[in-house]
T-cell receptor, first 113, second 114 residues
Framework: DSGVTQTPKHLITATGQRVTLRCSPRSGDLSVYWYQQSLDQGLQFLIQYYNGEERAKGNILERFSAQQFPDLHSELNLSSLELGDSALYFC????????????FGSGTQLSVL | AQSVTQLDSHVSVSEGTPVLLRCNYSSSYSPSLFWYVQHPNKGLQLLLKYTSAATLVKGINGFEAEFKKSETSFHLTKPSAHMSDAAEYFCVVNPGGGADGLTFGKGTHLIIQP
């Protein structure tokens, strides 16, 4: 167990809807990273937060947004969902602002029907 | 631009035989290279990391990888496969910088035959 908790584990929704994925990092970790894993694109970095502030941005769509709260948990909001957004969304955490050793949660499987 | 290519999408070996998972990288700089493992229904876990201190890197669970600059390769090996090694393995490159630089390969699915 990595210590990173993601909820829910599975999410089924319809096109056009909005969902929120939640991540609790390991105790003491200040950085949170979001990744999207799909069969065709592989693992893609979306966004990183450190101690409440955005630190790095990857291939995140404008329909997607994230934030990190004072208690350090993070939420990834996906809106106007499309079929192509179906994927496994991972959250990872690290102690430092940037660390190549990331601790991953077990992911949220999103299915858009 | 940096990239990694995992040469095999699937590798099947018998339990007790050697494992070889191949990875080639492309980077304009001296990169950091990693292997991560993803067991079914689990998140990714760091296996090992190369950062230029030594070309042969030992990781967890008996895995090791050798950095060969002349061949731009970072292949992952294990002398004797165990059933618990069945998982997806990702080769990762980071040429420097932060989280937006970390580039994952497409993954190699390792199957262990009894």
């Amino acid at each position: 167990d990595s210590g990173v908790t993601q909820t829910p584990k599975h999410l089924i929704t319809a096109t056009g809807q909005r969902v929120t994925l939640r991540c609790s990092p390991r105790s003491g970790d200040l950085s949170v990273y979001w990744y999207q894993q799909s069969l065709d694109q592989g693992l893609q970095f979306l966004i990183q937060y450190y101690n409440g502030e955005e630190r790095a941005k990857g291939n995140i769509l404008e329909r997607f947004s994230a934030q990190q709260f004072p208690d350090l948990h993070s939420e990834l909001n996906l809106s106007s969902l499309e079929l192509g957004d179906s994927a496994l969304y991972f959250c990872a955490s690290s102690v430092r602002e940037w660390d190549e050793k990331l601790f991953f949660g077990s992911g949220t499987q999103l299915s858009v029907l | 631009a940096q990239s990694v290519t995992q040469l095999d999408s699937h590798v099947s070996v018998s339990e007790g035989t050697p494992v070889l998972l191949r990875c080639n990288y492309s980077s304009s700089y001296s990169p950091s290279l990693f292997w991560y493992v993803q067991h079914p229904n689990k998140g990714l876990q760091l296996l090992l990391k190369y950062t230029s201190a030594a070309t042969l890197v030992k990781g967890i669970n008996g895995f090791e990888a050798e950095f060969k600059k002349s061949e731009t390769s970072f292949h992952l090996t294990k002398p004797s496969a165990h059933m618990s090694d069945a998982a997806e393995y990702f080769c990762v490159v980071n040429p420097g910088g932060g989280a937006d630089g970390l580039t994952f390969g497409k993954g190699t699915h390792l199957i262990i035959q009894p």
